[in-house]
C-alpha cells in the first residue's frame, strides 16, 4: 500500500520554462510533507518542504503547495535550468512517529 | 563536519554471506534512518531509531537487523544475504522537532550486489 505516490515516472521540460511534479498521499496524519532531488550515484538533498498548516512554501525558485483537501502536493520549479535534471523524491512524515516515506521518484529532463 | 558517512560504497555479497553496512553521523542527531532503493522503486524504510538504545521497523524490516548503541552509529545487518537485497542502500539522520529540524541527511549511499 503505497502511502506517497508520484505517478509520472519522468518528465520533460524546456529549459527557462515552468516544472510541474506532482505528489499524492493517502494518509491523513501526514502533517510535514517535503522534497528531495537526487543525482546519479550521491545521496537524495533536502529542497524544500511545507508544514500541513500552511498551503504554500517558497525558496527561491522552488514553490511547494499543498492541498490538503484532495492530499496533493506540488513542486514548481521557475525557471527550470540544466542543473535541475535530477530524480526528485516527495516524502512525507507524521509526527506520532516520525518515519519518513518517499514516493517512487519522478526524473525531471531539462531540454536546451 | 562529515555529516553522514556510509561505509562500504561497494561490496558484492555470495548468497548466504552476511555482512554489516555501517552508518556515523556527527551532526549529534537523535533520529537516524535505513531506506534501500530499488530501480523504480523509490526509497523504501528498513528501519529506524528515534534515539539510543531505540529501534522501530519500517516498510520493508524482513532480513535485516538494526542496533543504536551510541547517537552517532546505526549499523545495519544481513544476516542472510539473498539476491532480492541487492540494492542501493541509504542511511539518513535528522533533528526532532519542527520547520528545519524535520529536514533528514543523507549519505552517499553503499552499492551492495548479492550474487
Known amino acids: 500500500d503505497q502511502q506517497v505516490k508520484q505517478n509520472s515516472p519522468s518528465l520533460s521540460v524546456q529549459e527557462g520554462r515552468i516544472s510541474i511534479l506532482n505528489c499524492d498521499y493517502t494518509?491523513?496524519?501526514?502533517?510535514?510533507f517535503l522534497w528531495y532531488k537526487k543525482y546519479p550515484a550521491e545521496g537524495p538533498t533536502f529542497l524544500i518542504s511545507?508544514?500541513?498548516?500552511?498551503d504554500k512554501n517558497e525558496d527561491g525558485r522552488f514553490t511547494v503547495f499543498l492541498n490538503k483537501s484532495a492530499k496533493h502536493l506540488s513542486l514548481h520549479i521557475v525557471p527550470s535550468q540544466p542543473g535541475d535534471s535530477a530524480v526528485y523524491f516527495c516524502a512525507a512524515s507524521a509526527r506520532r512517529d516520525d518515519k519518513i516515506i518517499f514516493g517512487k521518484g519522478t526524473r525531471l529532463h531539462i531540454l536546451p | 563536519n562529515a555529516g553522514v558517512t556510509q561505509t562500504p560504497k561497494f561490496r558484492i555479497l555470495k548468497i548466504g554471506q552476511s555482512m554489516t553496512l555501517q552508518c556515523a553521523q556527527d551532526?549529534?542527531?537523535?533520529?537516524m534512518y535505513w531506506y534501500r532503493q530499488d530501480p523504480g522503486m523509490g526509497l523504501k524504510l528498513i528501519y529506524y531509531s528515534v534515539g539510543a538504545g531505540i529501534t522501530d521497523k519500517g516498510e520493508v524490516p524482513n532480513g535485516y537487523n538494526v542496533s543504536r548503541s551510541t547517537t552517532e552509529d546505526f549499523p545495519l545487518r544481513l544476516e542472510l544475504a539473498a539476491p532480492s537485497q541487492t540494492s542501493v542502500y541509504f542511511c539518513?539522520?535528522?533533528?526532532?522537532?519542527?520547520?528545519?529540524?524535520?529536514?533528514?541527511?543523507f549519505g552517499q549511499g553503499t552499492r551492495l550486489t548479492v550474487v
Open positions: 494518509n491523513s496524519m501526514f502533517d510535514y
Open positions: 511545507i508544514s500541513s498548516i500552511k
Open positions: 539518513a539522520s535528522k533533528l526532532r522537532g519542527s520547520g528545519s529540524g524535520v529536514r533528514a541527511f
Open positions: 551532526m549529534n542527531h537523535n533520529y
